[in-house]
């Protein structure tokens, strides 16, 4: 509203100059143009994501599968760390030695995370491949949707700051245009400064 009663008030004013017309309609220009193609830009930007996430999340899906791990031994914690988010990440989880056998019939042991509560002989699920190689779970629906919609916003954002880039860059040329017509004018104004005879 602000840039269209800019342009009205410019619409018949004896004061106004090209560049302050062409200012003007730059910055309606952009603004029409942020109303319009962020929203278009992050929507189209999201579903290409959400699109190549989910397929991600179905060739995943199929490439890995859930096996039966049985706990051998219970691993002593690392030491405490100060780090408060390390150690939340510590204590969610229980190092074990596990044996586990793939969907291809090899066995395999090894290292693992378990739930903080496992205890030998207990038995837990865990991811592999085809061959039995730990992998970590598929990419679930909701982190697709998540990362998706991120991806969406930071497009939108993005197309926003080019277009208002692009506006700051027309009004800097208009600025130093203006600019150059004053010195002009100042030039030919300076010819005659001071002299009684100057009007006449």
């Given at each position: ?49 959400h ?11 199929a ?40 969907p291809?019939?090899?066995r ?15 038995t837990?699920g ?8 730990l ?21 939108g ?44």
């Open positions: 509203m602000r840039m269209i009663r800019g342009l009205w008030r410019w619409r018949r004013n004896p004061l106004r100059r090209r560049t302050d017309v062409a200012e003007a309609y730059a910055a309606l220009v952009a603004a029409v143009l942020i109303v319009l193609a962020t929203p278009a830009v992050g929507w189209a930007a999201g579903s290409l994501a699109g190549a996430l989910v397929r991600t999340g179905q060739e995943q899906r490439e890995r599968h859930v096996v039966a791990a049985t706990v051998v031994e219970v691993l002593p914690q690392p030491p405490m760390d100060s780090d408060p988010e390390t150690a939340t990440a510590r204590d969610a989880h229980r190092r074990v030695h596990a044996r586990w056998t793939g291809d019939g090899s395999h042991d090894g290292t693992i995370a378990a739930h903080p509560g496992a205890d030998p002989g207990e837990f865990i991811w592999t491949d085809d061959r039995g190689r992998r970590t779970p598929p990419l679930d629906s909701a982190t697709a949707t998540t990362h998706a919609a991120l991806a969406g916003i930071g497009a954002v993005a197309t926003a700051g080019l277009i208002d880039g692009a506006r700051r860059l027309v009004v800097w040329r208009l600025v130093r245009r203006r600019y150059a017509q004053w010195d002009i004018a100042w030039q030919r104004a300076g010819q005659d400064w001071g002299r009684a005879d100057a009007d006449s």
